[in-house]
């Protein structure tokens, strides 16, 4: 599947913008889209231009390219893919969708341009500083004596030289520091102001309007400063997302402050919130009380600032991770053995209805808590797959007929598996979009918890703001429960989510749940 192309490109993306913003979401994130030869596209061949072949014309693009001086911006041309990235861009921004791109700056692809001078030329290239370079080759022997570093040692991953040599194997952690080379420093200012402001009018609502930054960690604070800087004169709203992950995998998680000051980025994916919220609500690897539950989030948001905790990005699934519904499928510890490869009893078929009962509780608390609500495309399809590249299997349009899914990675035996567009599925999800949209409190009001309940697995918050209130509600245990709380508004609440009826008793109202439910309570008329 590695080597698999199913031929998705920009145009695709232009087809689907209305059923994207069906969806009520108001960003989308898009994995790297430079020029790079593999799926993933974080191999890149070069940093300042959309892949080839996502655009219309490949051949006639790799020809533009060539006319290019890469190290000088003057040069710089918009190949059709560039151009139709534009389109997309637009297309999104007309429906007040914001537009995130997604760069390493840690490294590039060993088919880079400068990367392949500096193999090409040796001593003699300009680039013999933008690496981690241990030996060049020797012209005069019939050996390829040329080393270097690449990503945790992954050799089409060369990567970029910083000021500092880190083994992060043995652990990564905040540092300061910066990347040695100025001139690749300018190179990728010089693509992010491109893609910020395409045409260099100084009008920035032409471009992207903000970037993920990958393995964000393994590059000093000194150069993320600087970055920052670089990006806010050109755009001063333009929102950096930092990927901020392991620090010692698997079990230890990096702790994202340092890079959270308000000087690096505004916010970062939060696996923290998704490692402890998978844990209470799919009860795996054990039970996890409520008391618990709340006390992981406290100390998740301890020391934070509000604007960035409130920025953050709560994702559920990525590129990097078995998507939502086979992660929570496997009872397992989070993020480790989560393949077939990895572990022979991996369990690969579809979800079962339980599996999808947590998911709408995972859900309903991912958009009612603190932070930004993130979907990987496909998860509010129904979609399910394993760790890479099994959660990058091409997305379920209702309009395609797809053939049962039937084969096992391993060879073992399995029942086949219908694979169809979820639309029972994605009204779920969109509807809790729709509820987050409509409801502002959901986004900037503070949190309260208000019921924690460790015998009878309760647990409830507010999100307030002084003038109205959004009540939480989930019953994570296997037994109904009748669950009063206190109202900070006078009158009737409604059930946002399940039309559950809600009754009054003076300042309490109550909803009875059945196991393993939620429900979303506000004011009535609101």
Do not use: C
């Not at 959270?260 to 939060?270: K, P, R, W």
């Not at 918050?461 to 019953?475: I, K, M, P």
């Amino acid at each position: 599947m590695q080597l698999r192309r199913y031929g998705g490109d920009l145009q695709g993306v232009l087809d689907k913008v209305a059923y994207i913003d069906s969806l009520g979401i108001t960003a989308i994130y898009f994995n790297p889209l430079n020029d790079a030869p593999s799926m993933h596209k974080y191999d890149p061949r070069h940093w300042r231009h959309i892949d080839r072949n996502f655009g219309p014309d490949p051949a006639g693009d790799v020809a533009r390219m060539a006319l290019e001086t890469p190290d000088d911006p003057k040069t710089w041309r918009m190949t059709a893919a560039d151009s139709l990235f534009l389109e997309v861009i637009e297309a999104f921004h007309q429906r007040g969708i914001r537009v995130i791109l997604d760069y390493s700056w840690n490294h590039t692809g060993h088919t880079f341009w400068a990367f392949e001078d500096l193999r090409r030329r040796g001593q003699q290239s300009p680039y013999t500083e933008w690496y981690w370079v241990d030996k060049l080759d020797d012209p005069a022997t019939p050996q390829d004596e040329f080393e270097y570093q690449g990503w945790f040692g992954v050799k089409d991953l060369p990567e970029i030289r910083e000021t500092e040599r880190i083994d992060h194997r043995a652990g990564i952690n905040p540092y300061e520091g910066d990347i040695h080379s100025p001139a690749v420093k300018q190179h990728i200012f010089n693509v992010s102001r491109h893609w910020l402001d395409p045409d260099g009018d100084g009008d920035p609502s032409d471009g992207v309007d903000g970037f993920r930054l990958d393995v964000a960690a393994e590059l000093g604070l000194g150069f993320w400063r600087d970055y920052r800087r670089e990006v806010r004169a050109v755009n001063p709203d333009a929102f950096l997302i930092g990927e901020v992950w392991w620090q010692l995998y698997p079990d230890n998680l990096l702790d994202p402050r340092p890079f959270l000051q308000g000087d690096v980025f505004d916010a970062v994916m939060n696996y923290r919130w998704y490692k402890a919220a998978r844990h209470f609500f799919n009860k795996a690897p054990e039970a996890m009380p409520p008391s618990v539950f709340v006390d992981s989030l406290a100390h998740l948001l301890e020391g934070m600032r509000p604007q960035s905790a409130y920025a953050m990005m709560n994702m559920s699934a990525s590129h990097d991770a078995p998507r939502q519904a086979t992660s929570l499928l496997n009872k397992n510890k989070y993020k480790f053995n989560t393949s077939p490869s990895a572990d022979s009893s991996y369990r690969v078929h579809r979800p079962d209805a339980e599996t999808f009962q947590t998911m709408e509780l995972l859900l309903a608390h991912q958009f009612t808590y603190i932070g930004a609500p993130q979907i990987y495309a496909g998860d509010e399809m129904g979609m399910w797959g394993a760790d890479d590249p099994s959660n990058r299997k091409p997305l379920i349009w209702p309009d395609i007929a797809f053939d049962d899914e039937a084969v096992h990675p391993l060879g073992h035996a399995r029942v086949p598996d219908p694979v169809r567009f979820n639309e029972q599925w994605a009204a779920k999800v969109r509807r809790l979009a729709h509820i987050r949209g409509q409801n502002p409190v959901l986004a900037s009001g503070e949190l309260e918890f208000v019921l924690v309940d460790d015998a009878r697995d309760l647990l409830a918050y507010s999100r307030h703001d002084g003038q109205t209130e959004v009540l939480a509600v989930f019953n994570n245990s296997q037994r109904p429960a009748t669950i009063s709380l206190p109202a900070r508004l006078e009158g009737d609440y409604r059930d946002l989510l399940g039309d559950r009826p809600v009754r009054r008793a003076g300042t309490n109202i109550s909803v009875e749940l059945p196991p393993r439910t939620a429900a979303i309570l506000a004011p009535a008329g609101r």
